[in-house]
């Protein structure tokens, strides 16, 4: 069973940054393919930014070129730089894994509120 814990939320004017992490257990993560997802009030989660157990990433394009995906496999953690913050930015986060071993599987974390004002 693997747990993922976020951590790193909170509150931040418009233009700030913010970093979120997200902690993994078990020995499956280098495995992974790992995504951030937000969800704001009303609305359905969507996919902020993904990345593959080999590194390759791909992001939403309201994100593209003021948000960061990285994963360090000898922390078991993955993180997400958040600059250029704009009031649109404000959701719960959740951090994701999906991986393949016999059969697909995959995991959420509990998530974490980034709200940004404006």
């Known amino acids: 069973q693997v747990q993922l814990v976020e951590s790193g939320g909170g509150l931040v004017q418009a233009g700030g940054s913010l970093r979120l992490s997200c902690a993994a257990s078990g020995t499956i993560f280098r495995f992974a393919a790992m995504g951030w997802y937000r969800q704001a009030p009303g609305k359905q989660r969507e996919l902020v930014a993904d990345?593959?157990?080999?590194?390759?990433?791909n992001y939403a394009d309201s994100v593209k070129g003021r948000f960061t995906i990285s994963r360090d496999n000898a922390k078991n953690t993955m993180y997400l730089q958040m600059n250029s913050l704009k009031p649109e930015d404000t959701a719960v986060y959740y951090c994701h894994a999906g991986w393949k071993i016999m059969t697909s599987s995959d995991a959420w974390g509990q998530g974490t509120q980034v709200t940004v004002s404006s």
């Open positions: 990345i593959t157990s080999g590194g390759s990433t």
